[in-house]
């Protein structure tokens, strides 16, 4: 397979290079900063930005054998910092960040950066910049305050440039990665999700053999979408399980019982809601939460896994997002939030985990659920977490919070169906507030809960702005949640984006 091995030195933008990349129909695949790579698997390499400054005492930095593999080399940002140190450049360390648009300005016809870019905005997002350029290298293209933002050395095949042309504040910067891949690497795209299909089930079968796998199935499309690969995979080798943790939507285990079957699928049904809620009881804090749900899953599937002693493997839908926000195993960057299927169940468990899904984003997701022929209406489901409803009521999960925060968010997902907005929004749900307000129903005095409506538009989940909901279906949501909710008396609006607020609340 061509291959973009793409370096990862803890930018906030680097998953949005691998998809860029894979748009383009080629397979991208981040690694650390500063790992081994065989030049024989690589078709070009890719150099991420960085929150770090060159100038750092351990400041992030490839191997520098990289540069002598012969192999086409994409520096971006942080990345063409990089670039000009191993190549004596001098980097100047600036006062203040250059954040914004800029107009790019073409010096020389080129490959990479064409004239298509020429006098278009790029993004610059960056503090220190190239005083002069590393020995070897020419001007492509300069901005207003950056004399080199696009560089190139052709007899090395490496380019770096000081804009991003992963983002979309970018214009046409997709055609930066296709130029990359088709002039600079000379890549046939051969990446799209038929072939990962195929190459999964294969992966699958051959890991496998004749041993059975257990499945958790959360009822969401990650984990519904692993599932019916496996099964397609191993047909009667599969324990699919689903676990009810007493955090779901209203009506959820009747809608996923109903959809596997359907589909022809035996799902073994346990119910442990009264577990999850006794070990969540007086918990307020949002990691504790986490972490408790991850562990009584665990003792969960211990009491699952002894019913099924011939199961050796165990299966999850991880995806990429969930690994990069729970903890940097790639690069430098911080920890956001920890994910319970992340990490730690093998060990605690006894399975080898399989988990197909790993280096995958949502929307991949959903187009391998397509090919797998799963109903169009589960697949475009919204994106539920993994903690369920425990992380959307913001103080101490209870019977009577999470009864209210059914009810409210049942009201959010009809009034936006009704509105034919569901498919053309990313994620709508409601948050259930630690604040109870005055209000009067009734001609009586009420202090009841409010609850924040949260509606966000998204590609992929990595970045998210907020909806600009008609006020018109507002207006019915609110009125319907306050009328036909008991205990609700506000109804908020959260209008902010990711980053910096995540899409979650908690």
Not at 418 to 443: E, I, R, T
Request: net charge positive.
């Amino acid at each position: 397979m061509n291959k973009i091995i793409i370096f990862d030195f803890g930018s906030q933008y680097t998953q949005l290079i691998a998809r860029r990349v894979r748009e383009s129909g080629v397979y991208a695949k981040i690694v650390p900063y500063n790992a081994e790579i065989d030049k024989k698997d690589v078709a070009g390499i890719i150099l991420s930005g960085s929150p770090a400054s060159i100038y750092d005492k351990n400041a992030p930095l490839p191997n520098e054998n990289i540069f002598s593999m012969g192999v086409p080399i994409l520096g971006i940002c942080y990345g063409m910092q990089v670039i000009s140190h191993f190549f004596n450049g001098k980097i100047l360390k600036s006062d203040k960040k250059e954040y914004g648009y800029a107009a790019l300005n073409l010096k020389t016809d080129d490959i990479l950066v064409d004239k298509n870019f020429d006098k278009s905005s790029v993004w610059m997002s960056h503090g220190d910049r190239i005083e002069k350029i590393p020995n070897g290298f020419e001007v492509v293209a300069y901005t207003d305050n950056s004399p080199y933002a696009a560089i190139r050395n052709l007899d090395k095949k490496i380019w770096a440039l000081q804009f991003h042309p992963e983002v979309f504040h970018t214009k046409n910067g997709k055609r930066i990665f296709e130029n990359f891949i088709k002039n600079v690497c000379r890549i046939k795209p051969d990446w799209n999700m038929k072939n990962f299909l195929t190459n999964s089930i294969e992966e699958i079968k051959k890991k496998v053999k004749d041993k059975k796998v257990i499945c958790a199935i959360s009822g969401g499309v990650d984990s519904s979408v692993v599932a019916v690969l496996m099964h397609k995979a191993i047909k009667n080798q599969l324990i699919p399980v689903f676990v009810n943790n007493g955090l779901l939507r209203k009506n959820e285990v009747e809608f996923v019982l109903n959809s596997f079957k359907k589909m022809g699928i035996d799902v073994n049904f346990v119910d442990a809601s009264k577990l999850f809620l006794d070990r969540l009881k007086g918990i307020t804090d949002p990691e504790q939460k986490r972490k408790i749900i991850g562990h009584t899953f665990i003792d969960v599937f211990k009491d699952v896994a002894s019913k099924f002693k011939e199961a050796e493997f165990l299966a999850q839908g991880t995806l990429y997002p969930d690994v990069i926000e729970s903890v940097s195993v790639n690069g430098p960057s911080a920890v956001i939030k920890s994910h319970h299927n992340v990490g730690g169940l093998p060990k605690e468990l006894g399975f080898q985990l399989i988990e197909p899904l790993r280096e995958l984003f949502k929307d991949e997701v959903r187009k391998l659920g397509e090919k797998l022929g799963i109903d169009e209406s589960y697949i475009n489901r919204h994106p539920f977490p993994g903690p369920g409803l425990a992380i959307r009521i913001i103080s101490e999960v209870t019977e009577e919070k999470l009864e209210i925060l059914r009810n409210a968010d049942f009201v959010v997902q009809e009034e936006i169906k009704k509105a034919d907005l569901y498919n053309k929004v990313w994620q709508a749900f409601a948050v259930l507030l630690p604040v109870n307000s005055v209000g009067v129903m009734g001609d009586k005095r009420t202090y009841n809960n409010v609850v924040a409506v949260r509606v966000v538009e998204s590609v992929d989940g990595m970045t998210a702005d907020w909806s600009k909901m008609p006020y018109d279906v507002l207006n019915k949501i609110s009125n319907r949640i306050i009328n036909e909710v008991e205990g609700i008396n506000r109804v908020v609006y959260d209008i902010s984006s990711k980053p910096p607020s995540t899409i979650e609340w908690e």
